[in-house]
């Protein structure tokens, strides 16, 4: 019974038990300031920390360059992957345009052979007519037919022009569309040579960058890529080099560079806000990663 006695019963226990009581409550408060990283004696760990950010910069920095070297090829691609479907889209749209001009000239064609049958068929009549009146309203008859052709040949005119306009039209985005086709197919090229030349250099750094991630506690994690979105190098801890920041060259101050060779706890630059790490510490997760 007595072993399985919890910590408020021992209270009340022998002395002895009491004292072993209370070690194990140090030892388990001891162990959960371990985990949660707010024991003091955490030199070691801080170390840890700002070598596995210092490893991790390292890496995101070789991908980083992978991706320098895609340059604007992706942009570029996407860009002329949009012309293209854009052309496409025009080259739609002025052929249907066209099709439809063509029909409308066909109808009007078709009118004025209809109106011409018509003047034919009044001309005759006008040969047989009983009296005046009747001839009179043929020839009405006949000059309005004629006014409709004529209007018809008018109209015929515009869309003809019209559509010798729409032509233009499509065989500029027609040509357009060529040499855009062409564009993407060599800057396609140019990029899937280097993705493919780089791609497995890159799948490896970043399951590099996985791994070293979950060493890495969350907190920290986000902050650091966070600094390191608003770096325009894309760096997030540097070295201090001349009593300076690697980062922003400011000067770091003298108390502020004894508290990062002390590894005591992580130090920011006041300016930039990046994660400090002393040349020294730096050198040693160097030849750690050759
Ligand atoms: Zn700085």
Not at 119 to 148: A, G, P
Not at 256 to 282: T, W
Request: aromatic share 4%; with cysteine.
């Amino acid at each position: 019974m007595a072993t399985k006695t919890t910590v408020t019963k021992a209270k009340a226990a022998q002395p002895a038990e009491k004292k072993a009581a209370q070690i194990i409550e140090k030892n388990s408060k001891k162990q959960a300031g371990n985990l949660d990283g707010t024991a003091d004696d955490k030199d070691l760990t801080v170390e840890e920390r700002l070598s596995a950010l210092y490893q991790l910069q390292k890496i995101v920095s070789q991908i980083d360059e992978i991706k320098t070297l895609r340059g604007d090829l992706p942009l570029e691609v996407q860009d002329l992957e949009d012309e293209v479907v854009g052309l496409n889209t025009r080259l739609t749209k002025f052929t249907h345009e066209i099709k439809e001009i063509n029909a409308t000239i066909g109808q009007k064609k078709h009118e004025i052979e209809e109106s011409r049958v018509k003047i034919e068929k009044y001309k005759t009549q006008q040969e047989n007519v009983r009296n005046n009146r009747e001839y009179d309203n043929l020839s009405k008859e006949i000059e309005y037919q004629s006014l409709e052709i004529e209007l018809s040949e008018k109209r015929i005119r515009e869309f003809t022009a019209e559509k010798e306009r729409r032509d233009v039209e499509l065989n500029s985005a027609n040509e357009l569309l060529k040499e855009r086709k062409l564009d993407l197919k060599v800057k396609k090229n140019e990029l899937d040579e280097i993705v493919t030349e780089t791609k497995h250099e890159e799948e490896q750094l970043r399951n590099k960058v996985k791994e070293l991630e979950t060493k890495i506690e969350p907190r920290l994690l986000s902050a650091f890529k966070r600094i390191r979105k608003n770096a325009r190098n894309g760096l997030a801890i540097v070295t201090v080099q001349r009593d300076a920041c690697g980062g922003c060259f400011n000067k770091i101050p003298a108390q502020s560079q004894l508290d990062i060779c002390q590894h005591k706890k992580i130090i920011v630059c006041e300016y930039c806000g990046r994660i400090l790490i002393d040349q020294e510490l730096a050198n040693e997760n160097e030849s750690e990663n050759e």
